[in-house]
């Protein structure tokens, strides 16, 4: 007797494990850090990992927006992607940062459980240029940054628009090992040393930059600058001149 109530006992013990299993929450982690959930936690619906707007896209750093009356969600990546989804709708658009537009279609639709609106976790990531990877073990979603030239450029660029020069720099200097002919990116970073004061660093990148591309005024006219700087009156003087003939 005392041994089948043990077996009932073990097996609903099971049956309890097995339904906490079931109905644990999906962890997220970006850049392996877990991104916390207030009151709604993701959900696994159709096999695909839905996520709290708001929590993901922060986390993200990407700004967001809501339109209570089309019950459409715009969000803009720090590198200028835009991406639009609408709630109920297996359809979305992604503007790219050089305005090219892509139609996005999805497995399950944005919805809105215990008034929180829930976005499919790999179209936001990946339309942001991050790698998606889901681990069915552990019911855990990682977001990447991506190792590739495109991601580079977009941090460095977002960066120097910010002029948070360090952190330009160091992006750039990611990029130029991957594309190292690359001659507006050595021209932003020389841009980048300039303003940090490293005078030698950004004239060897406009050396390159100008053997590169020989046509391009504006290198010139940054080469002059640094020269004035480095007290190379002589050569500050033909830079600005090569600029001129160069704009004309």
Same mark, same amino acid.
Request: proline share 0%; hydrophobic share 40%.
């Given at each position: 007797m005392r041994k089948n109530i043990a077996i009932v006992l073990l097996a609903l013990l099971m049956v309890g494990l097995l339904a906490n299993t079931v109905l644990a929450a999906p962890k997220v982690y970006v850049n392996g850090l877990q991104v916390k959930f207030d009151d709604v936690e993701p959900i696994i619906d159709n096999g695909r990992v839905l996520v709290p707007l708001r929590a993901i896209f922060e986390s993200l750093q990407a700004e967001v927006n809501w339109d209570p009356s089309t019950q459409t969600i715009t969000a803009i990546s720090k590198h200028g992607a835009e991406l639009t989804l609408t709630i109920g709708s297996t359809t979305g658009r992604l503007v790219k940062k050089n305005n090219e537009v892509t139609s996005i279609t999805m497995d399950v639709p944005p919805k809105i459980i215990n008034g929180r609106t829930l976005v499919p976790l790999r @179209? @936001?990531? +990946?339309s942001f240029n %991050? /790698? @998606?990877n889901w681990q069915a073990a552990g019911l855990s979603a990682y977001i990447d940054d991506p190792k590739n030239y495109d991601h580079y450029v977009g941090e460095a660029d977002y960066y120097y628009n910010v002029k948070d020069w360090g952190r330009a720099l160091y992006w750039y200097g990611k990029a130029i090992e991957v594309a190292p002919d690359d001659h507006a990116v050595l021209y932003k970073r020389a841009y980048c040393n300039l303003q940090n004061s490293n005078l030698n660093a950004a004239?060897? /990148?406009l050396n390159k930059a100008i053997s590169l591309a020989p046509e391009t005024a504006e290198y010139y006219k940054l080469r002059a600058t640094v020269n004035e700087k480095m007290g190379k009156? %002589? +050569?500050a003087a033909s830079d600005n001149q090569r600029a001129a003939d160069l704009s004309e």
């Open positions: @179209v @936001v990531g +990946e %991050k /790698d @998606v004239m060897f /990148d009156t %002589k +050569e």
